[in-house]
């Protein structure tokens, strides 16, 4: 069973500060990895998508890189600002047959950038 | 084109009372999920639907029950509610041969 993990649970930077959101997976047979983002009470928004071919991707201030032999993604936030504050989710597409595609979430690293 | 629209927002129910979250989808697309998200768990998969007319458990379908009715629209079933299955559920349907899924808004159920 694919497990996700996301470190650290919660993170405050001050404004202006780059981060890394740090994500593990067990199973390296992904097909690809997304990172999302989820305001207070609100849905998911897709930040960046990985496929398992690929290094990394890049959004902006956003870069997000992929190891998939030793099952560890990053998300890097260069300047971060107020705005950035949100949850961060991470997540892992597997194949699942008859082609269909099951996602597994990370639990999110809450971050909050104080002015 | 509205993309995954879910309905209600918002739910308040008593235990045992049974309820539908509805759910579609305007993209034409096959398949469908459904996941619930509580606080300190991430998301996890309910049921999902590769395509019309079919239908398979994820991580935790008990208490649930799903119907594709047809391609647009795929909905989630609480037969007797219990204050476990408070939480946020959301919808999703994938963009076929791209990899990633559609989220709707989200439907936010207490069970008192």
């Known amino acids: 069973k694919q497990e996700v993990t996301q470190i650290p649970a919660a993170l405050s930077v001050p404004e202006g500060e780059n981060l890394v959101l740090n994500c593990s997976f067990t199973d390296s047979a992904i097909y690809n990895l997304q990172w999302f983002r989820q305001d207070p009470g609100k849905g998911l928004t897709s930040l960046l998508l990985i496929q398992s071919s690929q290094r990394e991707q890049t959004s902006g201030r956003l870069n997000a890189s992929l190891d998939k032999s030793s099952g560890r993604s990053t998300l890097y936030i260069a300047a971060s600002q107020p705005g950035d504050s949100a949850t961060y989710l991470c997540a892992v597409r597997l194949y699942s047959g008859a082609g269909s595609y099951q996602l597994t979430f990370g639990k999110g690293t809450k971050l909050s950038v104080i002015p | 084109n509205a993309g995954v629209t879910q309905t209600p927002k918002f739910q308040v129910l008593k235990t045992g009372q049974s309820m539908t979250l509805q759910c579609a989808q305007d993209?034409?697309?096959?398949?469908m999920y459904w996941y619930r998200q509580d606080p300190g768990m991430g998301l996890r998969l309910i049921y999902y639907?590769?395509?019309?007319?079919?239908?398979d458990k994820g991580e935790v379908p008990n208490g649930y029950n799903v119907s594709r009715l047809n391609k647009r629209e795929f909905s989630l079933r609480l037969e007797s509610a219990a204050p476990s299955q408070t939480s946020v559920y959301f919808c999703?349907?994938?963009?076929?041969?791209?990899?990633?899924?559609?989220f709707g808004p989200g439907t936010r159920l207490t069970v008192l």
């Open positions: 639907s590769a395509s019309e007319g079919t239908t």
């Open positions: 999703a349907s994938r963009v076929p041969g791209q990899g990633f899924e559609f």
């Open positions: 993209m034409n697309h096959n398949s």
